[in-house]
Nanobody, 121 residues
Framework: QVQLVESGGGLVQPGGSLGLSCAAS????????MGWYRQAPGKQRELVAT???????NYLDSVKGRFTISRDNAKKMVYLQMNSLKPEDTAVYYC???????????????WGQGTQVTVSS
């Protein structure tokens, strides 16, 4: 079975920094795009940042210049470095990966369990 496990959430003051990590494990055949989404209370889940297997990135406009997504293909990990955090960044952050497993070889989306990020003084 394939799993995505996030780590690194927590409480940080406005203007602070936090780093998230996500590890993909299991019977993975090929890993394609990976990314981070977030969902604040009462709001829809939104895309924060994505990165292709080749390293091309895409960001939500409100996080451009503050967040950086990166990945380590050998370790099957994706990271999100968040700087200059604002209260409106408070949300549950979910790791997402488009990958194929050994059993089916068919690409599909996988999600982590989510990690809480709270920006507050």
């Amino acid at each position: 079975q394939v799993q995505l496990v996030e780590s690194g959430g927590g409480l940080v003051q406005p203007g602070g920094s936090l780093g998230l990590s996500c590890a993909a494990s299991g019977r993975i055949f090929r890993l394609y795009a990976m990314g981070w989404y977030r969902q604040a209370p009462g709001k829809q889940r939104e895309l924060v940042a994505t990165i292709t297997s080749g390293g091309s990135t895409n960001y939500l406009d409100s996080v451009k210049g503050r967040f950086t997504i990166s990945r380590d293909n050998a370790k099957k990990m994706v990271y999100l470095q968040m700087n200059s955090l604002k209260p409106e960044d408070t949300a549950v952050y979910y790791c997402n990966a488009d990958l194929s497993d050994i059993a089916t070889l068919k690409p599909r989306d996988y999600w982590g369990q989510g990690t809480q990020v709270t920006v507050s003084s």
